[in-house]
């Protein structure tokens, strides 16, 4: 099964063992273009699939609010998704059947299939910490989709203009500074679900040892075990759903 994971840099594809939740050989990535207008995007998307010679539905995940295919926010791609039937237009431009979902949601199939939040009962909150903060919620295994945890307000401004790894970057914040920025979010996420578990997702997942110290949560932590994969292998899990 084919998952495509659409981000604002890049975008990436690669064929999915969904046996193992593993990726078939290598990924294929992709420049996102520049604007990442529908059209742009959805053209690399067949680029993708072409270069794998793939045939049968297609899973793709997007940065964006996606209600029963149509795009709702673009926080991270360009303005002109914003209610467009996303998966429709893959579909016509795929000629196969696309599932398409939020790259936060696609990852925490993938962690509950295969990974940190396997057989979890009760509330699991992911948090991917990337270029934004994705989130995605499961009460006892089933998805709440579309959380967008990372757009409560916070600080007078958005959690993710304060605590994603981009403002880490660009702040050039040390791990102690931005640590504490994410326990001070976690702990505001604690007090309005009251999670049992929280998985810490995106590339600094593999490095929770350098800022766990600093969180200072009551609930559980663990970082996401499919790292950049799962929204690849989250997008594939869903259009196997399709079939
Ligand atoms: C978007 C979310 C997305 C997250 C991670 C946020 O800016 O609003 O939909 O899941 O970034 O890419």
């Known amino acids: 099964m084919l998952g495509v994971d ?30 990442s207008t529908p059209a742009a995007v959805v053209d690399v998307v067949a680029r993708i699939v072409e270069f794998f010679q793939h045939e049968g539905p297609v899973g793709c995940t997007l940065p964006s609010v996606v209600r029963h295919g149509v795009v709702g926010t673009a926080a991270n791609i360009d303005e002109s998704w914003i209610g467009v039937d996303g998966r429709a237009l893959l579909e016509r431009r795929l000629r196969t059947p696309v599932a398409l979902l939020n ?24 948090l991917t910490f990337g270029t934004g903060i994705g989130s995605a919620l499961f009460v006892d295994g ?35 500074s931005w640590g504490t920025r994410v326990g001070e979010y976690l702990r505001y996420v ?4 009251s999670p049992d578990l929280f998985i810490l997702g995106g590339g600094v ?7 766990e110290h600093y969180l200072h949560c009551s609930t559980p932590i663990v970082p996401a075990q499919l790292r950049n994969n799962a929204g690849i292998v989250g997008a594939a899990l869903s259009a196997a759903a399709l079939i």
């Open 6 to 35: 659409i981000g604002g840099s890049g975008i990436k594809g690669a064929p999915v063992d969904l046996s193992a939740g593993t990726l078939v050989g290598e990924r294929h990535r992709i420049d996102t273009p520049q604007p």
């Open 205 to 211: 997942s593999r490095r929770l040892g350098r800022f």
């Open 103 to 126: 790259d936060a949601d696609a990852a925490g199939i993938a962690e509950l299939t295969y990974g940190a939040a396997k057989e979890v009962a009760g509330l699991v909150c992911l």
């Open 142 to 176: 089933v998805l709440v989709p579309n959380t967008e945890f990372g757009h409560f307000e916070f600080k007078g401004g958005e959690a993710e203009d304060y605590a994603s790894a981009r403002v880490r970057k660009d702040a050039n914040l040390s791990w102690e």
């Open 190 to 193: 604690e007090r309005v679900i």
